[in-house]
């Protein structure tokens, strides 16, 4: 396709595009300078009525994430058997720490079913917006028959004074803030997760049982880290 065959407002918006890339570049603050993370990297021992016991980073996470990424992961239990796990990934001056766990979670055999935004109250007043995935993972019994597991997983993005559910708003919120507020933020990856027990022995919850109840614990727990909202 020759140039002259091109709308000249797409020329234009190309020009523009431009114009602004340099811009930024031109007005981008020293990247050495990071803002204080939003959250504090400190689980409870206990919270409603869950017990919480540590977690260690797996290997592939200490090998394959820069060295100055800090984990906190803690899986919690409650009297009745119910189990949520946890966990933040705090990064540090690699924005390499953070990821879309769209791209990760296949290699752990999920699959993703579908995702959608989910709005948790939570118990100190304040109202975020978490990603909901629902995940499958086949998993074979004794007697060599597979069957299906299913899971919820909720995780969302804590910078400086920003919290978002989605990996695109996060990209643009590094870009814009670090441009126009002159802030490099300290990303923190947050994830509740938790199996649906239905079918699997006690206690069994089904689906919105189990939503309903991993909704309620990130009420609570969530005031106890987080600090931007």
Not at 5 to 20: A, N, R
Not at 162 to 186: A, C, G, L, M
Request: hydrophobic content about 35%.
């Amino acid at each position: 396709m020759s140039t002259s065959s091109v709308p000249l407002w797409k020329i234009i918006v190309v020009l523009l595009f431009g114009g602004i890339l340099l811009a930024i570049c031109f007005k981008t603050p020293d990247a050495t300078t990071i803002s204080d993370p939003g959250v504090k990297m400190d689980l409870p021992h206990k919270i409603g009525g869950y017990w919480g016991y540590h977690l260690d980073p797996t290997p592939a996470e200490v090998n394959g994430l820069p060295s100055d990424t800090e984990f906190v992961r803690k899986n919690y239990e409650s009297s009745e058997g119910d189990q949520i796990m946890c966990s933040i990934v705090l990064s540090g001056a690699n924005k390499r720490s953070i990821h879309r766990p769209e791209a990760c979670l296949p290699g752990q055999g999920w699959t993703i079913k579908s995702g959608e935004i989910l709005p948790i109250e939570l118990l100190n007043g304040q109202k975020i917006e978490v990603m909901n995935l629902t995940l499958a993972r086949p998993v074979q019994l004794p007697n060599g028959q597979k069957k299906t597991l299913f899971s919820y997983y909720f995780y969302w993005f804590v910078g400086h004074n920003r919290t978002t559910p989605q990996h695109k708003s996060r990209i643009f919120y590094t870009s814009w803030d670090r441009v126009f507020k002159h802030e490099n933020h300290r990303w923190a990856y947050c994830i509740i997760h938790s199996k649906v027990t239905q079918g699997w022995g006690l206690p069994e919850k089904d689906a919105n049982q189990t939503l309903e109840m991993m909704k309620k614990f990130a009420s609570e727990i969530i005031p106890t880290f987080q600090k931007s909202f």
